[in-house]
């Protein structure tokens, strides 16, 4: 499994110990930033990695800013992303086995990194369960290939 992993300012520490987590796991990573903690906008981190997961690039998708709510919401813009917003790990659980999730978001300004790397573990450890949820999940999946959102480069022309 390859995961790709960003922040903006407001989640880099945490970011930086879920890398290392990574790495003692052995897991393959890409990291897209940001570099330091210069303000930037969560958007512009948010939307790449999502595109990495929803063609394939790469299997899952972290992504961690203040609170985790712009990186999700950005996120599931992305067509195939199912973005959960996680900061317990019952969550963390139950978003692999019912919603099948491909990416993670958490907030730096919400949970410590102590449980934010137990929580990753647990994502990326547990597997779909399929069955009734499989349906769930496949409706999701239906409304969007059947509503066309717009595309990332209109919504990027768009900003500012
Ligand atoms: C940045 O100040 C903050 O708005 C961002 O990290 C995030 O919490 C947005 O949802």
Known sequence: MKVAIASDH?????RKEIILLMEEMKIPYVDLGCENSESVDYPDYAIPVAEKVANGEVDRGILICGTGIGMSIAANKVKGIRCALVHDMFSAK???EHNDTNILAMGER???PGLACDIVKMWLTTPFI???HKKRVNKIVTYESTHELKSN???ILKAD
Do not use: C, D, H, L
């Open 153 to 155: 480069e209109v919504y």
């Open 94 to 96: 139950a978003t692999r």
């Open 110 to 112: 919400v949970i410590g």
């Open 130 to 132: 399929g069955g009734r």
């Open 10 to 14: 407001g989640g880099m520490f945490i």
